[in-house]
């Protein structure tokens, strides 16, 4: 026999645990201890009926903590408060004596923290939580209708588990009709979501100025910066273009509005579609890729030297698609400014004036100019490094002539100053190189150690060129073109995977992708409508109809109850023993029993008649006993 309450504290404690897992590593240490603690402390004082705290204390220090979380409620944090109060109300109900009501409370206060949780993050993991906590609280709840019967209700197992089968069916056919509604269901613009959820606090590698010699030492930033779905690139073509950074200003580069220009033509191979999925960040630049034609699915402006910015703060999950054509030509057309890319720094070193200035006097021709910077870079023997990099009043002279080692910036830094100075138009642009291609997932996994920042140079035919100082690093091989023989083993593949399919299918699923989705489902019906059947098509299929019929009922007539089996075992062996003529049509089995006069027969109809008619199945011990008997009769 099981005690129903007993079921139920055990019950509830797994319900509030499984609301609370999404967030735990969100809340107060303390209240995380307590929480974690009142699970199995509460159902300890379920078990013995002894609660060390009276009820008026615990309810007066709930109201104290309900209103401690209240004042930290701000117009930017909403969630997180309002998720700590419910975690207090859910330890308080946890930790005092529990009658039908109260297991109702927490029932109802684990599906508010499970929602709370999705306003504060919404991982993979939360489907996990939600299936389970819609079969914990359905189950709860079937047990509930029961309990609140008889408080000390008693069950046995068999019956116990055919209310557990009953309380099953109800959940999954509620899950599989959340399914439904989440994809059919209308969206909104600006959903609620938008309202309660906090921007993101996103950390970013990618910086908006570029100032070598601001750090001794730089570490990799692992983050997650962006996926990008699309097809394999060649290693020189993975450039993840942001920003334009144009003009010196105290020892930085900075971004500032570039004047009217002509228009700018891509020039080169076929575009290719990626669909960018980036990682919540403060900032408004979108990830696209060099070079890029078009950017859709999102609000922006393109700026007149190829940025693509938001209208809004990428501080929530999107998804927009870029065409680029990488590895093209930048063309331009109409007046160009040339003046405001070739205004260098103020404060530039003798050492490297001289360098530019010998560069200026060996050609007119831009072309040579930019060959002959490339010759001096190569020649100089610089090293790609993360650390001991140089400082103090010039770093990038330092960089160039005496330390000899820095990252991108400073290669970046040191070719913009000595091309502007030799009278080649030059501008920086920031973004990413590199990034690990997932097979498994059809898409690049780009973090934010893979940061970069190189050049773009005017040339003499009036289009921009990139250039990456950084490739020309002696040890370039072990550093920047490790990023590019980097591989995935297939577990990480797998979750990564994993976890793009959840944003896809999920997170991002908005408006726009419920309508595409529904036109695609119209043009497949189409396609199969305007398919043409051979002739006789209505006789080959009433054929497999009918085929199907008879196999089912066939199936359907030889899958009979063990009971009805066991019936029909009985009234074969009574006709071998006694002959065909002993069994009137409708006899039932006490009567056949005294009409033999057989012990047997009346103990098999005792243990039958004792389940059937109780509306209950055999069990295991009834079932050896019945078969004992009718090897006797």
């Not at 010699?213 to 060649?234: H, M, N, V």
Request: with cysteine.
């Amino acid at each position: 026999m099981v005690r129903i309450k007993r079921l139920l504290d055990l019950l509830s404690g797994v319900v509030a645990l499984l609301s609370m897992g999404p967030i735990l590593a969100y809340l107060d240490r303390p209240l995380l201890l307590v929480a974690l603690l009142a699970i199995p402390a509460g159902f300890c004082c379920d078990r013995r009926k002894h609660y060390p705290l009276p009820t008026w204390l615990v309810t007066l220090i709930a109201l104290f903590g309900m209103a401690f979380y209240a004042m930290q409620i701000t117009r930017a944090e909403v969630a997180l408060p309002v998720v700590h109060a419910m975690v207090l109300l859910m330890v308080v109900r946890l930790l005092t004596p529990k009658e039908g009501r109260d297991y109702l409370q927490i029932f109802v206060l684990a599906l508010f923290l499970l929602a709370g949780s999705s306003l504060i993050h919404l991982e993979m993991g939360f489907i996990i939580y939600l299936v389970l906590l819609v079969f914990g609280v359905t189950l709860g709840l079937v047990l509930l209708t029961v309990h609140v019967t008889d408080q000390n209700l008693l069950m046995t197992r068999p019956d116990l588990k055919k209310l557990i089968k009953v309380g099953l069916i109800i959940p999954a056919v509620s899950l599989l009709l959340m399914l439904v509604f989440f994809v059919v269901l209308p969206r909104t613009q600006h959903p609620l979501w938008d309202f309660l959820n906090p921007a993101a606090k996103g950390v970013t590698g990618l910086a908006e100025t570029v100032q070598p010699g601001s750090f001794a030492q730089i570490s990799g930033i692992k983050t997650l910066s962006f996926r990008a779905e699309g097809p394999e690139l060649a290693p020189e073509d993975r450039y993840w273009r942001a920003l334009v950074l144009n003009q010196p200003k105290q020892g930085r580069w900075v971004r500032s509005e570039p004047p009217r220009e002509g228009t700018a033509r891509v020039e080169g191979p076929a575009p290719v579609i990626f669909m960018i999925y980036p990682e919540p960040r403060n900032n408004r630049y979108l990830m696209t890729l060099d070079r890029p034609i078009r950017v859709a699915e999102v609000r922006h402006k393109k700026t007149v030297d190829q940025m693509y910015i938001a209208h809004r703060p990428l501080d929530r999950r999107i998804r927009f698609e870029v065409q680029a054509s990488p590895g093209a030509k930048l063309q331009m057309s109409g007046h160009l400014d040339r003046a405001f890319y070739l205004q260098p720094p103020r404060d530039v070193s003798p050492r490297m004036r001289q360098v530019a200035a010998s560069i200026y006097a060996e050609s007119e021709e831009v072309t040579v100019r930019i060959n002959l910077l490339a010759d001096f870079f190569r020649n100089q023997n610089l090293s790609y490094a993360q650390d001991n990099l140089p400082s103090g009043a010039d770093p990038v002279d330092s960089f160039l002539f005496t330390e000899k080692r820095g990252y991108c910036e400073y290669f970046a830094s040191a070719y913009i100053t000595l091309a502007r100075l030799a009278g080649i138009p030059a501008r920086l642009v920031g973004g990413y190189y590199g990034g690990d291609y997932n097979s498994m997932g059809g898409y690049y996994l780009v973090t934010e150690e893979t940061a970069h920042v190189w050049v773009e140079v005017l040339t003499g035919d009036n289009s921009w060129q990139r250039i990456d100082p950084s490739q020309w690093a002696i040890n370039v091989a072990t550093t920047l073109g490790a990023r590019d023989r980097e591989q995935l083993s297939p577990l990480k593949q797998l979750v990564d995977s994993l976890n793009y399919y959840w944003v896809q299918a999920v997170v991002v699923f908005d408006l726009k992708r419920q309508i595409s989705l529904f036109r695609e489902a119209g043009d497949s019906l189409r396609n199969l409508r305007s398919v043409h059947a051979p002739e006789g098509w209505w006789k080959i299929a009433g054929g497999i109809l009918v085929g199907v019929v008879l196999v089912a009922g066939t199936f359907r007539l030889r899958r009979k109850s063990k009971e009805a089996r066991l019936l029909e075992k009985f009234r074969v062996r009574i006709r071998k023993r006694y002959g065909p003529g002993v069994l009137r049509p409708g006899s039932a089995l006490a009567e056949i029993g005294e009409q033999l006069d057989n012990q047997e027969c009346r103990q098999f109809a005792r243990i039958y008649y004792g389940a059937v008619f109780r509306d209950r199945v055999l069990n295991s011990q009834e079932l050896a006993e019945l078969k004992s008997l009718l090897k006797r009769i």
